[in-house]
């Protein structure tokens, strides 16, 4: 399994709503990230996990709410978002949180806030 | 992480080689040099990377100068698949992989 799985695809929340994104790797990776992308802009790192730990906080806002249960799986947690946090948000991860090995990145969840 | 300058689009002939620069004049010596690709609404797809020396797989080649200030990125036979933002990225190996705008690069039949 060569693959990062993200679910759901597509998702409409509105700005009271609690939801989740998950992300899934078996490739025994053990560094996992949250990147988040407007259109027309380059994708832009949220949160960094490292063997299950989490390693960087790039200034996210309280409002989303990373989760490593286990080093297979990366969980992002929304609440109160606004409409600006519409985006496609990617998950990526890598061999040892270094990217000398290249990162792989899932498909995506395209998020719009209502 | 050093900064990169990219075109901000190319355009390549189906069939040709395509081959985009990247300006990278403040690397420093530990500093590996990443290209990855992002085709319309996927997420990003490593290609390769390097510190020197020239490296070759079965997706494309990169030629880093020997100073390395500046990398080309080569796609030997272009196909209309190969339509894509391509992002070059200089960064030590560590955690925190930044993306600049890229170059967006479009194949032409």
């Known amino acids: 399994d060569t693959e990062v799985t993200q679910t759901p695809k597509h998702l409409v929340m509105g700005m009271t709503n609690k939801k989740s994104l998950k992300c899934e790797q078996h490739?025994?990776?053990?560094?996992m990230y949250w990147y988040k992308q407007k259109a027309k802009k380059p994708p832009e790192l949220m949160f960094v996990?490292?063997?299950?730990?989490?390693?960087i906080n790039e200034s996210v806002p309280s409002r989303f709410s990373p989760e490593c249960p286990n080093s297979s799986l990366l969980n992002l947690h929304l609440h109160a978002l606004q409409p600006e946090d519409s985006a496609l948000y990617l998950c990526?991860?890598?061999?040892?949180?270094?990217?000398?090995?290249?990162?792989?990145f899932g498909s995506g969840t395209r998020l719009t806030v209502v | 992480d050093a900064k990169t300058t990219q075109p901000t689009s190319m355009d390549c002939a189906e069939g040709r080689a395509a081959n985009l620069p990247c300006n990278h004049s403040?690397?420093?010596?530990?500093?590996?040099v990443y290209w990855y690709r992002q085709i319309h609404s996927q997420g990003p797809q490593y290609i390769i990377h390097?510190?020197?020396n020239n490296e070759t797989n079965e997706m494309a080649s990169l030629i880093i100068t020997e100073d390395r200030k500046s990398s080309t990125l080569i796609l030997p036979h272009a196909t209309l698949r190969d339509t894509a933002v391509y992002y070059c990225?200089?960064?030590?190996?560590?955690?925190?992989?930044?993306f600049g705008t890229g170059t967006r690069l479009t194949i032409i039949p």
């Open positions: 996990y490292s063997y299950e730990k989490l390693s």
């Open positions: 990225i200089v960064n030590f190996g560590n955690e925190k992989l930044t």
């Open positions: 403040t690397i420093s010596g530990n500093e590996y």
């Open positions: 490739m025994g990776h053990r560094a």
């Open positions: 990526a991860s890598s061999l040892y949180g270094q990217g000398r090995y290249g990162y792989t």
């Open positions: 390097g510190l020197k």
